[in-house]
């Protein structure tokens, strides 16, 4: 009976843990249990250490006992991402330059996970520092997509999704750049939220760019989606991006908005590229929310043919001033037969970043270069302003777009691998919600005739997640796609 | 678009501080390229009079009031180090 623990959401477990029916040294049992069974199948894990999670558990059960309980979170096991910081435990980005980094504080998210009581369970695996849409580009394994192990579970926070898909957690974090939490979402059957930027804290989260990076939840349901949105959000002084609001009650909102509302529908979404199971899917969810009452409209974002090339300019570009930093001298690889200082630089690079961070390092060095900037950099950020302006707009008419979250489903392992290009496609529906600061979240919307698991993604206005929590629940609720689990 | 740019690998792979090989270089090179001819699409965009945008919401300075909190110990702060000694990073000589 463990996996179907395991297999619960977190609001039931929750209710559970509550009523005494099950203690959280047994769920967190269950999910080492689980863990230990399937995970060299599907390799979500970089690193685990069920003693430490145990005795989490038990001081857990402990205050439950004491009648001193934190609130819904308390017990749960929660991985997080190999790229948040939790003090003590290993952070490796998946890249042979953090091999052996441990890490010496605390993630604002890790805090606010440790205040509401949850279990730290583990690190998940992703693509080397959050770059790629596969998690193939990891330095240590490659995760397998639980509902086809040929194939893969999407990127970068592939294992996160797979984690949570296999059973092997009960929530999870991940962070999204460019659909690094919705497109493995999709790809994986679960929920990934990748929050406005600016609500959840990027302190203690390895930069990648960080004009687009965000931390988010993996889980279940919607409704759990809000449960964790609601403990990891709020202002941080300790991030100087982060924005001063107040949290809404997330949960409660799910209840108390209750539409209709009116839905866009990017026309140029919908166009050459996009797998026709998945075009079948979104026109399924438009249906529903039509016989909800809701008011469809077709929405033009009419520079979205440019994201992606905005996209690989500004992050590259970001991430080639953020990953200075791994420069063989502090906290990272060193190479051992350098020459000189600079000679090390080289060398520790050469040796500790693989080759998709080096294929962007160099990109993002070149469009920042002299004599490139204006043509490529500056460019780009002209033309983000666009693509803001083609949402801002739209939001005008609509309250929330809907999309599929990314044009097919799961690919096979190494399909992509050699083409970059080709991989950088995947992300094309999810990368506007970053470059604008929006909130995207990803719905499980059904399943291919080959039974991989379709994504629905619904963006949403700034700061709205509340609205944006609720279309989607309404959807979420009515559906039970969360619940066909993978056969392992 | 015609004029695409050549990617000078060796002058932006030693402004990176990257070594790589003659393999790394030909690869990279040619990768790259395929990006840099989707990326001259953005060529075709009018973007006289549009401002740039660096963040998705404006970001302004965040001043913190100067003074003492407790901080990361010294062996916390070094634990990660490739080398270290009498509480300091060691590195290779810098200056003959």
């Known amino acids: 009976m463990s996996t179907d623990l395991t297999f619960s959401t977190l609001a039931a477990?929750?209710?559970?843990?509550?009523?005494?029916?099950?203690?959280?040294?047994?769920?967190?049992?269950?999910?080492?249990?689980?863990?230990?069974?399937?995970?060299?199948?599907?390799?979500?894990?970089?690193?685990i250490n069920p003693e430490d999670a145990l005795v989490q558990a038990a001081a857990s059960d402990a205050r439950r006992a004491a009648g001193e309980a934190c609130g819904p979170l308390d017990g749960i096991p929660v991985t997080l991402k190999d790229v948040i910081a939790v003090r003590n435990q290993p952070l490796t980005a998946s890249s042979k330059m953090l091999a052996n980094f441990v890490s010496p504080y605390d993630a604002t998210v890790t805090s606010k996970l440790k205040d509401a009581g949850a279990v730290l369970w583990g690190r998940a695996n992703l693509d080397e520092f959050a770059m790629g849409s596969s998690t193939e580009n990891s330095a240590f394994k490659t995760t397998r997509n639980p509902y086809d192990l040929e194939r893969v579970p999407g990127g970068s926070s592939g294992g996160s999704a797979a984690a949570l898909a296999a059973g092997e957690a009960i929530a999870t974090l991940g962070s999204d750049t460019g659909g690094s939490i919705r497109q493995p979402a999709a790809f994986c059957n679960v929920v990934g939220l990748k929050p406005t930027y600016g609500l959840v804290s990027r302190y203690g989260l390895a930069a990648f760019a960080s004009s687009l990076d965000q931390i988010g939840p993996f889980t279940r349901t919607v409704e759990d989606a809000a449960i964790m949105l609601g403990v990891i959000a709020g202002h941080d002084r300790r991030d100087s991006t982060s924005f001063k609001t107040e949290i809404s009650d997330y949960r409660a909102a799910l209840q108390t908005k209750q539409g209709p509302w009116k839905l866009g529908i990017p026309k140029e979404y919908f166009g050459k590229g996009l797998d026709p199971e998945v075009a079948a899917a979104v026109e399924q969810a438009i249906a529903f929310y039509r016989n909800q009452g809701c008011e469809i409209r077709e929405v033009s974002l009419p520079h979205t043919e440019y994201c992606l090339s905005?996209?690989?300019?500004?992050?590259?570009?970001?991430?080639?001033?953020?990953?200075?930093?791994?420069?063989?001298?502090?906290?990272?690889?060193?190479?051992?037969?350098?020459?000189?200082?600079?000679?090390?630089?080289?060398?520790?690079?050469?040796?500790?970043?693989?080759?998709?961070?080096?294929?962007?390092?160099i990109l993002g060095t070149y469009v920042?270069?002299?004599?490139?900037?204006?043509?490529?950099?500056?460019?780009?950020?002209?033309?983000?302003?666009?693509?803001?302006?083609?949402?801002?707009?739209?939001?005008?008419?609509v309250d929330a777009i809907l999309t599929p979250t990314s044009p097919t489903p799961a690919f096979r392992a190494g399909e992509k691998a050699t083409n970059p290009l080709s991989m950088y496609l995947s992300d094309i529906y999810t990368i506007g919600a970053n470059l604008a600061g929006l909130p995207g979240i990803s719905i499980p919307g059904g399943f291919s005739t080959s039974g991989l698991p379709i994504g629905l993604q619904l963006i949403g206005q700034p700061y709205a997640e509340a609205d944006l929590l609720a279309i989607a629940h309404s959807y979420d609720s009515a559906h039970d796609w969360a619940s066909r689990r993978p056969q392992l | 678009m015609a004029d695409i740019p050549e990617l000078d690998i060796d002058r932006v792979a030693h402004l990176a501080r990257i070594a790589l090989?003659?393999?790394?270089?030909?690869?990279?090179?040619?990768?790259?390229?395929?990006?840099?001819?989707?990326?001259?699409?953005?060529?075709?965009?009018?973007?006289?009079?549009?401002?740039?945008?660096?963040?998705?919401?404006?970001?302004?300075?965040?001043?913190?009031?100067d003074e003492a909190e407790p901080g990361l110990l010294v062996e916390d702060a070094l634990r990660n180090a490739p080398a270290q000694r009498q509480n300091m990073i060691v590195v290779p000589k810098v200056v003959e």
Do not use: C
Request: aromatic fraction near 10%.
């Open chain 2, 21 to 65: 090989t003659p393999e790394e270089k030909t690869a990279y090179a040619a990768q790259l390229g395929d990006v840099l001819k989707h990326i001259e699409q953005l060529k075709q965009v009018d973007v006289s009079d549009v401002e740039p945008t660096a963040h998705a919401f404006a970001v302004e300075n965040v001043w913190a009031d």
């Open chain 1, 368 to 397: 920042l270069s002299s004599g490139y900037y204006d043509a490529y950099y500056l460019r780009a950020q002209k033309v983000r302003t666009l693509i803001r302006q083609d949402f801002l707009k739209a939001y005008g008419e």
């Open chain 1, 13 to 47: 477990l929750a209710d559970q843990l509550t009523a005494s029916e099950v203690t959280s040294v047994e769920l967190t049992q269950a999910a080492i249990d689980r863990t230990m069974a399937i995970d060299a199948q599907v390799q979500a894990f970089n690193s």
């Open chain 1, 310 to 361: 905005v996209y690989y300019i500004i992050a590259t570009a970001e991430a080639s001033s953020n990953l200075a930093r791994y420069d063989g001298i502090r906290y990272t690889h060193r190479a051992a037969d350098a020459k000189d200082i600079v000679d090390l630089y080289f060398k520790s690079r050469a040796e500790g970043f693989g080759p998709e961070v080096k294929r962007r390092i």
